[in-house]
């Protein structure tokens, strides 16, 4: 009967600001170097609101640097990160403070990320992992944020798990708890960093066709995968990367006519 009541609650909205002419993310000229070697040189990208962009490109060309740059978690070398037009990080180029990187911590909670590896807290049931965040930061009441966490877990299918902690699932049922504790702090943009390459290949599809749905829904979402298929079918862009460079930023549609050896060479060996 609970689960009923769940399933015909009303499912909150995710909305793109359709309205705002603002990119919802906008990155520019990003550099990061580990240990003196360019990971990035001047990256720049720009997402709009409702937008779903793949990022690709071969292993080491820098495509999870920068998705941890765009969430804060590596440090700027140099560049800007803004979030509807408002910085959210950016090193200081003039002043006493020159060289020091300010970020805003209230945009933090606006980025919704997905890992590799999933990173549920392994002793908190999934529920209280959809919570923590939420609670810390004090976004609604308990009662509130539980129905909110079990619609979303009844959105990715896992409802009936809710009670379990995370070493009792599969890995791509984990995933699907991290992507609805990600949704539970309604952020404006979706991070997903290769969100199914630690999953056995049967398990692929339920993840793929969760991130696909919230596409569909217009969660603004940026997304680095190997996953062609999916990276053509869902995505308006697609980045390649290569060297720490952006190669190419284009739709499916012009990335498939478009006559780039190192697209194409690229495309034919993970295809
Ligand atoms: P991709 O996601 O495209 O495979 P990465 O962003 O993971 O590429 O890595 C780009 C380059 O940066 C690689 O050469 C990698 O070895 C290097 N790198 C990434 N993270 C670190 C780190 N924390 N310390 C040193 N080198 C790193």
């Given at each position: 009967?609970?689960?009923?009541?769940?399933?015909q609650?009303?499912?909150?909205?995710?909305?793109?600001?359709?309205?705002?002419?603002?990119?919802?993310?906008?990155?520019t000229?990003?550099?990061?170097?580990?240990?003196?070697?360019?990971?990035?040189?001047?990256?720049?990208?720009?997402?709009?609101?409702?937008?779903?962009?793949?990022?690709?490109?071969?292993?080491?060309?820098?495509?999870?640097?920068?998705?941890?740059?765009?969430?804060?978690l590596?440090?700027?070398?140099?560049?800007?990160?803004?979030?509807?037009?408002?910085?959210?990080?950016?090193?200081?180029?003039?002043?006493?403070?020159?060289?020091?990187?300010?970020?805003?911590?209230?945009?933090q909670?606006?980025?919704?990320?997905?890992?590799?590896?999933?990173?549920?807290?392994?002793?908190?049931?999934?529920?209280?992992?959809?919570l923590?965040?939420?609670?810390?930061?004090?976004?609604?009441?308990?009662?509130?944020?539980?129905?909110?966490?079990?619609?979303?877990?009844?959105?990715?299918?896992?409802?009936e798990?809710?009670w379990?902690?995370?070493?009792?699932?599969?890995?791509?049922?984990?995933?699907?708890?991290?992507?609805?504790?990600?949704?539970?702090?309604?952020?404006?943009?979706?991070?997903?960093?290769?969100?199914?390459?630690?999953?056995?290949?049967?398990?692929?599809?339920?993840?793929?066709?969760?991130?696909?749905?919230?596409?569909?829904?217009?969660?603004?979402?940026?997304?680095?995968t190997?996953?062609?298929?999916?990276?053509?079918?869902?995505?308006?862009?697609i980045?390649?990367?290569?060297?720490?460079?952006?190669?190419?930023?284009?739709?499916?549609?012009?990335?498939?006519?478009?006559?780039?050896?190192?697209?194409?060479?690229f495309?034919?060996?993970?295809?």
């Amino acid at each position: 009967a609970f689960a009923e009541q769940v399933r015909q609650a009303p499912i909150p909205k995710f909305t793109p600001i359709a309205e705002s002419e603002l990119p919802a993310l906008q990155a520019t000229k990003l550099h990061k170097a580990f240990n003196n070697v360019e990971v990035l040189g001047s990256v720049d990208l720009s997402i709009q609101p409702g937008e779903v962009v793949s990022i690709i490109g071969p292993s080491g060309s820098g495509k999870t640097t920068l998705i941890r740059l765009l969430n804060g978690l590596e440090q700027l070398d140099n560049g800007e990160i803004c979030l509807n037009g408002k910085s959210f990080l950016k090193l200081l180029k003039y002043g006493a403070d020159k060289g020091r990187l300010v970020r805003n911590q209230e945009h933090q909670t606006k980025i919704g990320m997905v890992f590799q590896g999933f990173n549920l807290f392994p002793h908190l049931t999934v529920l209280d992992n959809l919570l923590l965040a939420p609670r810390y930061h004090k976004m609604g009441t308990k009662a509130e944020l539980s129905m909110q966490a079990y619609q979303l877990l009844n959105k990715v299918g896992m409802l009936e798990h809710a009670w379990k902690y995370p070493h009792q699932l599969s890995g791509g049922q984990q995933q699907r708890v991290a992507i609805a504790r990600a949704l539970m702090m309604k952020p404006e943009i979706m991070l997903f960093d290769e969100p199914t390459s630690a999953l056995d290949p049967e398990k692929v599809h339920e993840v793929l066709t969760v991130i696909e749905g919230l596409a569909r829904e217009g969660v603004t979402m940026v997304v680095v995968t190997h996953e062609m298929n999916f990276a053509f079918k869902v995505s308006d862009r697609i980045v390649f990367m290569e060297k720490g460079r952006v190669v190419c930023d284009d739709s499916p549609d012009q990335l498939k006519v478009r006559d780039n050896p190192r697209v194409d060479a690229f495309l034919k060996n993970v295809s």
